[in-house]
């Protein structure tokens, strides 16, 4: 019996990858300080980290995972269910719920097993699933393997969704959305997107992932921001590895929502339990983003002196005013050739290609931290205006 080759296919597509300037390849980290990262023995300004708040390397934070491996170890050793649920835990997550102003809060391994086991214990087959066309892939692979109906509308228009709603109007339905866009760096719009769940009778969820921290009165997310309650918006995802520099995720809603997640959301149920030293090290992460405002102060005015250099140097940005700053490039050679000349010039902002965008809206992702300084941001515009032109001289030489 001969049966197709399952490995060759993947070669074949990776050549087909490269052909086209899509090949994605790992490069090791050597060395981290605040903003500044080595790779290949060469330091470079990192403009490409999610720690917006500058907290992955945070004393507080240090201190606390020390403490808590000196007491717990360094693994919970079993899923939350099977005694891998330690105080630490239970304290971060009345933490989170608190911070969010939600009632309860579930933690995960990471974001992406946080949406799947969401969306799989909400949604079933015959339900229907509308999502903004920019979803993060997590949130899109969730409502597919749920058995519900995917649908998608045109990216941040609520009448969009109003049509996808109405067109299953007899069915259960979830509406998902990012709370900031991991690519495009603008805000969904929620109060809209809220107030049309409530006439079509469907569940809200958001996926804040990169608005905690950033955005809302003590940095509690997209959805404080907008002013809209638990009811609202019944469920909410934010992860632990962006603002708040640590790693893993959370659900949080309604005690029905939670107690059913620790029923229902098999990546909750069958995986083992992040670190519990995780767990203080992000508890101390939460205190920090709540309470020194200084931290969005200054990515703020980052942001616009970003947003005002650019627009002097004519370099077009799309319309964001979160710390991603994406410039969009179009060709995929062409970003390649943008982010090798600042790497030349010292600054890690590597190009962002298909699929991840779509196709002619490759771009440099640019993102910010706290920890950045006005100079760092200065300096970047120069290199970013040099950039840009070489890369356009030399795509008009490549045709």
Known sequence: ???????????????????????????KVEAVDGTRIQIDGKVLVNFASNDYLGLAQHPALQDALIRAAKQWGVGATA????????????????????????????????GYMANLGALQALLAEGDICVQDKLNHACLIDGARLSGATLKRYVHADAASAKRQLESNAGNAALLATDGVFSMDGDVAP?????????TQ???LMVDDAHGLGVL????????????????????????????????????AGSKALVDGLVQFARTHVYTTAMPPALAAATSAAVDIARFEDWRRAKLQRLVAHFRHGAGERGIYLLDSRTPIQPVLIGASRAALTA???????????????????????????????????????????????????????ATKKDR
């Open 190 to 198: 929620l109060v809209d997107l809220a107030g049309l769940c409530k």
């Open 339 to 393: 982010a090798q000349r600042l790497e030349a010039d010292g600054y890690f902002v590597p190009a962002i290609r298909p699929p991840t965008v779509a196709q002619g809206k490759a771009r440099l992702r640019i993102t910010f931290s706290a920890l950045h300084d006005e100079a760092d941001v200065e300096r970047l515009l120069n290199a970013l205006a040099r950039a840009i032109a070489h890369a356009q001289r």
């Open 1 to 27: 019996m001969s049966r197709p080759d399952l490995i060759e296919p993947l070669a074949v597509a990776q050549t087909e990858r490269a052909r086209q300037d899509l090949l994605r390849r790992l490069r």
């Open 201 to 203: 009778r469907a569940t």
């Open 79 to 110: 899923a939350h269910l099977l005694g891998g649920h330690r105080e630490e835990h239970e304290a971060l997550e009345e933490k989170l719920a608190g911070w969010t102003r939600r009632k309860c809060a579930l933690l995960f391994s990471t």
């Open 216 to 251: 809302g009165d003590e940095g509690a997310g997209s959805l404080v921001e907008a002013n809209l309650k638990q009811d609202d918006a019944p469920v909410l995802m934010a992860t632990l590895g962006k603002a708040l520099g640590v790693a893993g995720a959370f659900v």
